[in-house]
């Protein structure tokens, strides 16, 4: 179709010009929230990649924790070293619980 056609006055002209400029309105707006968008999930990417990379530097040295506690066998574990103030307590328990029942 000509665009003569289509535009027979200046009125006509000018609603359609009005309805353009509007359209590239409401796609500058969306662009804007797209790109505000993208920049939010670079960011979350980021910080993600970050958490992910330390966690796994954490399983390395509880990997590597527990090969030097299973490493000495089993004979030398002891339930104090776990960090909780009641294992010792309660292990002395067990084994007095123990030897009195079996002597």
Not at 13 to 28: F, Q, T, Y
Not at 43 to 61: C, P, R, Y
Not at 78 to 103: D, E, K, M, Q, T
Request: negative net charge.
């Amino acid at each position: 179709m000509d665009l003569q056609i289509l535009i027979s006055d200046r009125e006509t002209g000018d609603r359609l010009s009005k309805i353009v400029d509007e359209a590239c309105l409401l796609l500058a707006e969306y662009n804007g929230r797209l790109a505000a968008e993208l920049e939010d999930r670079v960011d979350l990417s980021k910080m993600l990649s970050g958490f992910i990379a330390l966690q796994k530097e954490k399983l390395v040295e509880a990997e590597k924790r527990l090969e030097v506690k299973f490493s000495h066998g089993m004979d030398s574990w002891n339930p104090g070293s776990l960090g909780h103030p009641c294992y010792p307590r309660i292990s002395s328990i067990i084994f007095a619980v123990i030897y009195v029942n079996f002597v």
